[in-house]
């Protein structure tokens, strides 16, 4: 079965970075877009970027634009997101999604567990 | 950036009630629209795709409707399951944006 773990979250300062991963299994990595989506605590759901299935097309949330960059290792079935220049406003629980099908459709499918980020001084 | 209005923020109904959530996006979307089930401390899950599309293996008692402005979210007989928050999701244009969120508590 489809599976999406996130990893790398963690407390930072102000200004700071931080580089999430989520390593994928149980479908052809590949084939599919992948996204970021994050949720302040107690708020609702902004998606932040995505990555087409060859890397060839990224884009990016306007909060984040500039600061946070996403990118993928098929060999390796992960996403990343970069994260740099990090302010209080980004403390989120950020999830990775598998779009639904191969051609990128907006759709989150599956998503992983997510990873707290604390931005804090 | 289009503007996703969920309503009501939250509701409260009773195990076999039937209960609507509303969605609307300025500008229209044409049939874009997911929604999405989230349970506390929970990743959220897919519930509809292209407005009324049932993602596999949700039950058939979820459904969904709409195209352009309006859109609603029907669940046909509350489950005890089925008390979270939902939210609807634009996928017509960057930047993809949610509904606020519409919690379904129990009564």
């Known amino acids: 079965q489809v599976q999406l773990v996130e990893s790398g979250g963690g407390v930072v300062q102000p200004g700071g970075s931080l580089r999430l991963s989520c390593t994928a299994s149980?479908?052809?990595?590949?084939?599919?877009?992948m996204h970021w989506v994050r949720q302040a605590p107690g708020k609702g759901l902004e998606w932040v970027a995505f990555?087409?299935?060859?890397?060839?097309?990224?884009n990016y949330a306007d909060s984040v634009k500039g600061r946070f960059a996403i990118s993928r290792d098929n060999s390796n079935n992960t996403v990343f997101l970069q994260m740099n220049s990090l302010k209080t406003e980004d403390t989120a629980v950020y999830y990775c999604?598998?779009?639904?099908?191969?051609?990128?459709?907006?759709?989150?499918?599956?998503w992983g567990q997510g990873t707290l980020v604390t931005v804090s001084s | 950036d289009i503007q996703m209005t969920q309503s009501p923020s939250s509701v409260s109904a009773s195990v076999g009630d039937r209960v609507t959530i509303t969605c609307r996006a300025s500008?229209?979307?044409?049939?874009?629209l997911a929604w999405y089930q989230q349970k506390p401390g929970k990743a959220p899950e897919l519930l509809i795709y292209?407005?009324?599309t049932l993602q596999s293996g949700v039950p058939s008692r979820f459904s969904g409707s709409g195209s352009g402005t309006d859109f609603t979210l029907t669940i046909s007989s509350l489950q005890p399951e089925d008390f979270a928050t939902y939210f609807c999701?634009?996928?017509?244009?960057?930047?993809?944006?949610f509904g606020q969120g519409t919690r379904l508590e129990i009564k």
């Open positions: 990555i087409r299935y060859d890397g060839n097309n990224k």
């Open positions: 149980g479908f052809t990595f590949s084939s599919y877009a």
């Open positions: 999701q634009q996928a017509n244009s960057f930047p993809i944006t």
């Open positions: 999604a598998k779009d639904l099908i191969g051609t990128v459709t907006w759709y989150f499918h599956h």
């Open positions: 292209a407005a009324s």
């Open positions: 500008p229209g979307i044409r049939s874009w």
